[in-house]
């Protein structure tokens, strides 16, 4: 199962943009690259997800690496609210539709 | 509001004993998933179930099994609980089964091990 890569924490001010990175070196070209962030004592909260181009959605936005090895969450304003692990992982059709997760990044938000 | 819901939300018990944790999808969703979420392990993949059938199958232990019902509901059944057991184990449900789709997942139930 191809893995992803996250920094452990990163810290944000409110209402400025976050940036959140993920590498995923050995991507296979089936795989989706899916965005899910939990808060504190909540069930994980899906965000976002795409393929090979860019997505945009209510919640946030999805650079994907052209070479598809790498990905970005953006989140636009960042809230107070927003505070919670985020979690990039991959999922394909055919490598038994198992959903793997990783450590996830852990945001900070300061206000 | 995701619109999957499990029951119970907090479950205490002791070594030994067996348990069952039910999760009722969000409706119109066919596919049922099942995680394990320790401070240790993170979240573990368990099971999926597809419109009653197996789909994929993870880190699941022969002392656990799932199965999900004609009315789409999920159970996950927990047997000789052992103190690693406890956990947080999450259900989650998406329209098909594919990689393509988000999952939306409960709150899920707090097992605790004595």
């Known amino acids: 199962d191809a893995k992803t890569t996250q920094p452990n924490s990163m810290e944000s001010n409110e209402e400025e943009p976050v940036h959140l990175p993920c590498n995923h070196s050995t991507i296979s070209g089936t795989d989706y690259i899916h965005w899910y962030r939990q808060l504190p004592s909540q069930g994980p909260e899906y965000v976002i997800h795409g393929l090979t181009s860019n997505v945009n959605n209510r919640m946030a936005s999805l650079a994907i690496a052209e070479d598809r090895k790498s990905s970005t969450l953006i989140l636009h304003r960042a809230t107070l609210r927003d505070a919670a692990v985020y979690y990039c992982i991959l999922r394909d059709n055919t490598g038994g539709f198992k959903t793997i997760f990783g450590a996830g990044t852990r945001l900070f938000v300061k206000a | ?114």
């Open chain 2, 1 to 114: 509001d995701s619109g999957v819901t499990q029951t119970p939300k907090h479950l205490i018990t002791a070594t030994g004993q067996r348990v069952t944790l039910r999760c009722s999808p969000r409706s119109g969703d066919l596919s049922v998933y099942w995680y394990q979420q320790s401070l240790d392990q993170g979240l573990q993949f368990l099971i999926q179930y597809y419109n009653g059938e197996e789909r994929a199958k993870g880190n699941i232990l022969e002392r656990f099994s799932a199965q999900q019902f004609p009315d789409l509901h999920s159970e996950l059944n927990l047997s000789s609980l052992e103190l690693g057991d406890s956990a947080l184990y999450f259900c989650a449900s998406s329209v098909g089964g594919h990689s393509n789709q988000p999952q939306h997942f409960g709150d899920g139930t707090r097992l605790s091990i004595l």
